[in-house]
């Protein structure tokens, strides 16, 4: 008995490949993620919302 | 009505009180305002600050619904959906501990975080990291599918070719679920507080110093180091 | 650039910090922080659940391979399996992996002794009830001499190969003399299908039991294992260790550990195992002693990321000059 995923992940995964090197498409998605938010992370302005700012 | 509180005269610890003692180290090392302080250096200024806490979250979320299917035992996900949706909850937790952890790592990294006495941090954060790939991995043996059948019967080489397989036996479930539910979490908990008790101890890492400010600080902030940088 | 700093004054520097501060709430922080990975974890697990694929049993593999099932007890009968050549700890009929003059796996020794042919034939047999002929066979087989067994094996192992399935999920090999094979392994075929002997190797010393060690090297040994892995592009040629069944994400995090496998001298090696482990054993170390690794902690510099995460810093700091 299983609650339905919305999303159904549970057939084979597409795989990407580069001479050697081979990975799935869902890992690369995470890897991508990975960097994206990272360079965000620095990007992005940080700014206070409520006083406290800089002296 | 109680007595007054003593003086503080009479506050000295006793020399032979070992609590007294332990105590006063206590608070020598850690007082109150080191160890949450309500302010924060003004260069503490990037989104990039938050992933050491989001780990800690996403730590604290993967203890939370792995107690939850503790406490049913192991077999009890496999054929409900609300143990299943634990699971699930379980498995998303640490697909973020990871991405948070290393995103983590990678910020502190090229901030040089271990500069000014900060080595100890960055290794426990190391080890941590390690401890945890390991503790992962005594999770995935411990699914009770085919996937734990595959990963077990595969990592049992590698192991065993290091001779930890005299100890450490992959395919046995009993060792490998006491080791997810209970050693391996009390290890990683460990050093994570070692780690935040390491970062509230020395402060959070300063800039590093761009050449042209250094030059530019006025001779009673390391005049020497100016002169030296001259071109 | 910073770079012109020694490193001894760069640490100095950052020993102390005289600068200003402003009010940071770490408790809300951490509040926040939980609230968010909760929902997140919550929405993940919703959206995409989490993947179950059943284990297989020893009865499944049976009835499913019966022909990989047979020839792969007869490799624990003869010691031609994977297991009954494999060493410490398990035996002491191989070599075990090594790298120079470390010979890890042997210098920790059997602590976990399997006879592949008494645990995984004689035994589970000799529980059959009352069929005197698989006895029989089972004492003919293990009083002859050890050429005339070897004979026996080679010749069936060779007819397995060209063997079909017949009725009732049995197997027939082309005939031959193979001895009193033929009838010990049709009564472990049997007793595998009707579920008998996934219980039988489990049980050992004791009622409880946690102890998989020995269905699963059965298992491991076959066909079974690997045909569903290799599906789920799981195998180690396939830089299985990250992956997932079905479309999961997977152990991202172990993608340098399975990349020494895919390239020379790693994967021809017959120790790959134990240089792999090594290799990333030293990495480890260097990444935890990388403070003091003169060049990888020079690399922050290098690759300034650090004038954009504090840019605020410096531009404030250039204004305080600027107003002196």
């Known amino acids: 008995m299983d609650l339905a995923a919305i999303v159904n992940l549970n057939h084979p995964a597409t795989y990407v490949h580069w001479h050697f090197f081979q990975m799935s498409v869902s890992n690369l998605v995470v890897i991508v993620l990975m960097i994206v938010v990272f360079a965000a992370a620095i990007a992005v302005p940080f700014r206070r919302h409520h006083e406290g700012d800089e002296q | 009505m109680t007595e007054p509180a003593p003086s503080p005269a009479a506050k000295q610890p006793a020399p032979s009180s070992w609590t007294a003692r332990v105590r006063e180290w206590g608070v020598r090392a850690m007082p109150p305002e080191r160890l949450l302080p309500d302010s924060q250096p003004a260069y503490m200024s990037s989104w990039i600050y938050i992933f050491g806490v989001l780990t800690i979250a996403s730590l604290t979320v993967i203890i939370g619904s792995g107690v939850v299917l503790g406490l049913k035992g192991p077999a009890w996900w496999h054929y409900t959906g609300v143990g299943h949706f634990f699971n699930s ?118 800039p590093l110093p761009l050449s042209d400010l250094v030059k530019a600080r006025p001779a009673a902030d390391g005049g020497e180091r100016a002169a030296s940088q001259a071109r | 650039m910073s770079k012109r700093l020694s490193h001894r004054e760069l640490d100095a520097a950052a020993r102390h910090y005289d600068g200003p501060y402003k009010p940071y709430d770490l408790v809300k922080e951490l509040c926040v922080a939980l609230v968010l990975i909760t929902v997140l974890s919550v929405a ?43 060493g410490p700890p398990y035996n002491h009929n191989g070599p075990g992996q090594h790298a120079a003059f470390l010979h890890l796996q042997k210098w920790l020794g059997v602590s976990h002794p399997i006879d592949t042919a008494a645990d995984f034939v004689y035994q589970p047999l000799s529980t059959i009830p009352d069929v005197p002929q698989v006895k029989i066979a089972t004492a003919a087989y293990q009083a002859a001499p050890a050429k005339t067994q070897a004979a026996w094996t080679t010749a069936y192992g060779n007819a397995l190969a060209k063997a079909s399935v017949g009725p009732g999920n049995t197997v027939k090999a082309p005939p031959g003399n193979y001895g009193p094979l033929p009838t010990m392994m049709g009564a472990l075929l049997a007793l595998a299908q009707s579920g008998g002997l996934d219980g039988d190797l ?55 550990y399975t990349f020494w496998y895919q390239i020379s001298p790693y994967n021809s090696s017959a120790n790959a195992d134990l240089l792999v482990f090594l290799t990333m054993g030293v990495l480890s170390l260097a990444l935890l002693l990388i403070p003091f690794i003169p060049g990888l902690r020079d690399i922050p510099r290098w690759v300034p990321l650090y004038r954009y995460i504090w840019r605020d810093h410096y531009r404030a700091q250039r204004r305080a000059l600027g107003q002196r």
């Open chain 3, 202 to 256: 489990l049980t050992s010393r004791q009622f409880y039991q946690t102890d998989y060690t020995k269905p699963l090297l059965f298992m491991a040994d076959g066909g079974l294992l690997a045909a569903r892995a290799q599906a789920q592009h799981l195998l180690g040629t396939q830089w299985g260790m990250m992956n997932e069944t079905g479309s999961y994400p997977g152990q991202v995090w172990l993608w340098l």
């Open chain 2, 89 to 206: 909850i379980h498995l998303w937790a640490v697909e973020l501990f990871f991405f948070c952890m290393v995103i983590h790592l990678w910020a502190k990294f090229f901030m040089a975080a271990w500069r000014g006495g900060r080595s100890r941090t960055w290794m426990t954060g190391v080890i941590s990291f390690l401890i945890s790939i390991v503790a992962a991995f005594t999770g995935y043996v411990s699914q009770q599918n085919f996937d734990s059948q595959w990963i077990a019967t595969q990592a049992k080489d590698g192991i065993n070719a290091t001779g930890a397989g005299a100890f450490f036996n992959v395919l046995n479930f009993g060792q490998m679920y006491s080791y997810h539910l209970l050693l391996l979490p009390v290890v990683v908990v460990g050093l994570v507080v070692a780690h935040i008790l390491l970062v509230r101890r020395n402060g959070i890492v300063p």
């Open chain 3, 44 to 86: 993940l697990a919703i959206v995409f659940s989490s993947p179950d694929e059943p284990p297989s049993t020893i009865a499944q593999w049976s009835r499913q391979m019966p022909v990989d099932f047979v020839t792969t007890a007869v490799n624990e009968l003869d010691g031609t399996s994977g297991t009954a050549g494999y």
